[in-house]
T-cell receptor, first 105, second 113 residues
Framework: QKEVEQNSGPLSVPEGAIASLNCTYS??????FFWYRQYSGKSPELIMSIYSNGDKEDGRFTAQLNKASQYVSLLIRDSQPSDSATYLC?????FGTGTSLTVIP | GAVVSQHPSWVICKSGTSVKIECRSLDFQATTMFWYRQFPKQSLMLMATSNEGSKATYEQGVEKDKFLINHASLTLSTLTVTSAHPEDSSFYIC?????????FGPGTRLTVL
């Protein structure tokens, strides 16, 4: 298992705010990074993938990758109560510990 | 497209029995499938990589004789938990891999009494 660490949370933000989720990893050779969302009792849903340094935006979601510092982050703009879930960072097939996010109406 | 099913969705069995879980890619062929286990409040732990027509590759610490994986076709992989014990109770999730993307099944909740 590759080491993938996430801020464990739980993280609470008010509706409409920006939620920031972070992930660090140990394997410098990692090339593929993914963010997933998982609701309780369900399997993960892919939010986005990122392979190159910099930012990648998809709707309200922005992933940021910094290979030199070995971290990847996810920003959720205009957070909605439906965004309340556990967010999982993954390096290829290896998942981080997950961060629980609650968006307060 | 890219739908993956698992069967059963939940199963309860007695300690010492074996349980088989099926993972099917319904609308695409998957040379590679993955099996994960997730305990309550924990993340997904990769158990093994299943390759069609060859032996599965198990992650360190996963007993290959206890968790038998068969990937006999490009659309079906099975996980058999042999001689199940209460500590094997968990949420088992499979995924099928295509074009650098994992497509996850809905998961199987196993409870061993």
């Amino acid at each position: 298992q590759k080491e993938v660490e996430q801020n464990s949370g739980p993280l609470s933000v008010p509706e409409g705010a920006i939620a920031s989720l972070n992930c660090t990893y140990s394997d410098r050779g990692s090339q593929s990074f993914f963010w997933y969302r998982q609701y309780s009792g369900k399997s993960p849903e892919l939010i986005m993938s990122i392979y190159s340094n910099g930012d990648k935006e998809d709707g309200r979601f922005t992933a940021q990758l910094n290979k030199a510092s070995q971290y990847v982050s996810l920003l959720i703009r205009d957070s909605q109560p439906s965004d309340s879930a556990t967010y999982l960072c993954a390096l290829q097939f290896y998942f981080g510990t997950g961060t629980s996010l609650t968006v307060i109406p | 497209g890219a739908v993956v099913s698992q069967h059963p969705s939940w199963v309860i069995c007695k300690s010492g029995t074996s349980v088989k879980i099926e993972c099917r890619s319904l609308d695409f062929q998957a040379t590679t499938m993955f099996w994960y286990r997730q305990f309550p409040k924990q993340s997904l732990m990769l158990m093994a990589t299943s390759n069609e027509g060859s032996k599965a590759t198990y992650e360190q610490g996963v007993e290959k004789d206890k968790f038998l994986i068969n990937h006999a076709s490009l659309t079906l992989s099975t996980l058999t938990v042999t001689s199940a014990h209460p500590e094997d109770s968990s949420f088992y999730i499979c995924s099928a891999y295509r074009a650098d993307t994992q497509y996850f099944g809905p998961g199987t909740r196993l409870t061993v009494l």
